[in-house]
């Protein structure tokens, strides 16, 4: 595992509680008035340590499964690992998940 997993801030900062700035610069909002705020959180994120700099682009959660991956060079299916069984309630939401993404009827 990274060092980076333990330097992540904790749940409850402003980082993890902001949208992953990779979103909004991918939207388009990260510049103009408009979009002080997020012009604000562009402008900053050049200068953060690492860790920090992932959480804020990808968001805590990503950041987190980022910095635990035992082999960052490689795609997922070149690491040998267990595969996750999900039960019946996890697949069933991560349907749901993708069909309110997808704007899918029910």
């Given at each position: 595992?990274s060092?980076l997993?333990?330097?992540?801030?904790?749940?409850?900062?402003v980082v993890?509680e902001?949208?992953?700035?990779?979103e909004?610069?991918l939207a388009?909002?990260f510049?103009?008035?408009?979009y002080?705020?997020?012009?604000?959180?562009t402008?900053?994120?050049?200068d953060?340590?690492t860790?920090?700099a992932?959480a804020t682009w990808?968001?805590?959660?990503?950041?987190?499964?980022?910095?635990?991956?035992p082999?960052?060079?490689?795609?997922v299916?070149?690491?040998?690992?267990?595969?996750?069984?999900l039960?019946?309630?996890e697949?069933a939401?991560r349907?749901?998940?993708?069909r309110?993404?997808?704007?899918?009827?029910?």
């Open positions: 595992m060092d997993a333990v330097a992540l801030p904790e749940p409850t900062s993890a902001a949208q992953p700035l990779r909004t610069v388009g909002r510049f103009g008035h408009r002080s705020e997020e012009t604000h959180r402008a900053e994120f050049w953060l340590q860790a920090e992932m990808f968001g805590i959660a990503a950041a987190c499964r980022l910095a635990g991956d082999e960052p060079q490689w795609p299916w070149r690491v040998a690992h267990e595969p996750k069984a039960s019946a309630d697949v939401a349907i749901e998940a993708i309110r993404a997808l704007g899918a009827p029910r």
